[in-house]
């Protein structure tokens, strides 16, 4: 177990910005070939879960303010797979054509990317899930990716909230029975449910390997 462990923290020790891209078609081609990424509503938690895995705080611009990040994120890890830090969608506070123009970034890159092997839904715990979480839902089942759910920020709910959530966001996922892979639990600031979603991803490199 802890030899485990030590393997997968050496795996994503390697760990570098790639840059931000304004459209999957600017992401340079390189050897990688697998890759999975992080979407959810602006400020859910992203880039903290990639800080996590990677235990690199400094690697993904971590934020109080939501809507900051426009762009398609690139992070390479150990040479082997990329994570990608899609911009949150959902935020209010930016005019209608950005939120349009969003979406249309994000729904590109899902639907074109060749490499793009797992997508991660995150939902914010004690928000839980809202109209536009439904609507990305509704369009990963539509062009059939795989996702898993990620519940973010689980210190700040209680066990019977975090039950709750739970309870439901598994009944929803009967609507995406062919899509829908599996749903975490995480909290960046105390590492819970990190090692999972670690051996989660090295495990599609691993898959991708074969
Ligand atoms: P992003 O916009 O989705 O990339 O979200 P960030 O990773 O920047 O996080 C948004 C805010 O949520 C920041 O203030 C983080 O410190 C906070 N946050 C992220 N993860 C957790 C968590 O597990 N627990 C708590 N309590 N706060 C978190």
Do not use: W
């Not at 911009?87 to 490499?115: H, M, Q």
């Amino acid at each position: 177990m802890a030899n485990t462990n030590k393997n997968l923290n050496n795996f994503y020790n390697s760990n570098k910005f790639l840059g931000s891209f304004s459209s999957y078609k600017d992401i340079p081609s390189s050897v990688i070939e697998i890759e999975c990424c992080f979407i959810g509503r602006s400020n859910v938690g992203k880039s903290s879960l990639l800080n996590a895995i990677t235990k690199n705080r400094k690697l993904a611009k971590t934020s109080k303010t939501p809507g900051r990040t426009l762009s398609i994120n690139v992070f390479e890890i150990n040479n082997k797979l990329n994570i990608i830090d899609l911009p949150g969608y959902g935020f209010a506070k930016v005019s209608k054509t950005v939120r349009e123009n969003l979406i249309i970034l994000i729904e590109d890159y899902i639907k074109n990317r060749k490499k793009l092997d797992h997508v991660f839904l995150l939902i914010d715990s004690k928000v839980g899930i809202k109209n536009s979480d439904i609507d990305m839902l509704d369009f990963l089942n539509n062009c059939s990716k795989k996702f898993s759910v990620v519940l973010t920020k689980i210190d700040k709910i209680s066990a019977n909230h975090m039950e709750f959530q739970k309870k439901s966001i598994l009944s929803l996922m009967k609507n995406y029975r062919e899509t829908f892979q599996n749903i975490y639990f995480s909290e960046t600031k105390k590492n819970k449910g990190i090692n999972e979603i670690q051996k989660i991803i090295y495990g599609f490199y691993k898959q991708n390997e074969i």
